[in-house]
């Protein structure tokens, strides 16, 4: 077995800037927000993998039942010998790409990609003791700006599961698809998951769960200020939101303040004041329509070789090619 190895481009250094960034600009605009990337220190990242098991939330279970249902295929057309998973966090979706592009295929390497190094050294080693015949090179980055870093060479499959493209609005996602076209060459693919448009009355339970996980989650994001930036934010004055934008047709999770407030936040030297019923919004998650989401791939230069939906049409994975 080979261990697996780190190139890390990405320090908590840098993390620390980007959240100071982040943070400034997103509580003095009107309205206020803060990205999503921001909810997951190891309590965040807890809260999530319990919300995958609620039963709300469908979105997980969904795509890795369809994953499970057409692996095969996707390993069949692809013949893929380097994968870089995007996000890859514990890659507990991967194993069932790697079992089957490793099962008489040509696969020769995995490529991790994560902002957490600690996350990311502990997946990467785990698939390393499973897959000895595996070469697996982790990359430490933020796969929204440093796409330039992942490794070149062999041909490549792009995954990028979840239905994580959602977190990104119309103009950030042409911008990631264009990214990735640029880094691939002609011929290589991208695997992309995303959540498909369906009821509302399913769709907003799935960020808004009876026993309150989500809320929980989402409210994460102030301790996170709080801890990394000296903030003095009470939480539980905060009021968990997620509606259904049928115009934009996305998930928005707000918080909503219960009372007028004033926040600081001594490591930006800023004071944020709140009114009573003002909300911030902390993430998007965009759904989709089947051939919305083929034509934004064919703009960014894709050719949507295969694309399979689960019975209910909940979820996508489409397989693209880089032309």
Known sequence: MTPATLDI????????????????EGLTATPKSLP????YDARGSELFEQI??????????????????VVGEIAQIAQAEVLVELGAGSAAK?????????????LKKYVPQDVSVSALREAADQVAVEFPGLSVHGVVSDFTATLDNLPRGGRRMIAFLGGTIGNLIPSERAEFLSGIHEVLEPGEQLLLGAG???????????????????????RNVLHVLNAR????????????????????????MRLRATADMSVTIPALNLTVDFTAGEQMR???????????????????????????TDPDTRFALVLAERR
């Open 9 to 24: 481009h990405l320090t908590d250094e840098d993390l620390t800037a980007a959240l100071r960034k982040d943070v400034r």
């Open 36 to 39: 999503p990337k921001w909810f």
């Open 52 to 69: 995958t098991a609620l039963p709300e939330y469908y979105p997980t279970r969904t795509e890795r039942a369809l994953l499970e249902r």
């Open 94 to 106: 991967t194993r069932l790409l790697l079992d089957a592009l490793t099962s008489g295929g040509p």
């Open 196 to 218: 498909l448009v369906i009821d509302p009355s399913i769709l907003v339970p799935a960020y808004d769960d009876a026993a309150g996980v989500t809320a929980e989650f989402n």
């Open 229 to 252: 930036l000296g903030a003095d934010f009470d939480p539980s004055r905060f009021d968990h939101v997620a509606l259904w934008d049928a115009e934009n047709e996305w998930i928005e």
């Open 282 to 308: 902390t993430e998007i998650s965009a759904k989709f329509r089947r051939e919305t989401l083929e034509s934004e791939l064919a703009t960014a230069g894709f050719t949507a070789e295969r694309t399979w």
